[in-house]
């Protein structure tokens, strides 16, 4: 079974950039979905992208459309979350997660079809 670790998140100004790092032990994310999910203080975890495992689909979230960038590099067992121009409301914990090979019309937007979990990083934007 694969296991997922989140890093690079930390405190930065509106406006501001950080790229995530989802890295992979245990196995690598060859056959596997891979998105991102946050949840804020108070708030339901939410969607925000997503990768096919074949690396030719991605799916957005409308927040984060135009502003974040989800990528894959399998030989290094890492899928990246690139993060621009950065909000307060993008204020949360992020996390990585996983499923193997589902149907391709599965939803992707649904955090209950993904088997495997990262801690979390936290993410936090200041006005």
């Known amino acids: 079974q694969v296991q997922l670790v989140e890093s690079g998140g930390g405190l930065v100004q509106a406006g501001g950039s950080l790229r995530l790092s989802c890295a992979a032990s245990?196995?690598?994310?060859?056959?596997?979905?891979v998105g991102w999910f946050r949840q804020a203080p108070g708030k339901e975890r939410e969607f925000v992208c997503a990768i096919r495992w074949g690396g030719v689909y991605t799916y957005y979230a409308d927040s984060p459309k135009d502003r974040f960038a989800i990528s894959r590099d399998d030989a290094k067992s890492t899928v990246y979350l690139e993060m621009n121009n950065l909000r307060p409301e993008d204020t949360a914990v992020y996390y990585c997660?996983?499923?193997?090979?589902?149907?391709?019309?599965?939803?992707?937007?649904?955090?209950?079809?993904?088997?495997?979990w990262g801690p979390g990083t936290q993410v936090t934007v200041s006005s």
């Open positions: 245990g196995g690598t994310f060859s056959g596997y979905d």
């Open positions: 997660a996983a499923r193997l090979r589902p149907s391709f019309y599965t939803d992707t937007a649904t955090a209950a079809t993904y088997d495997y």
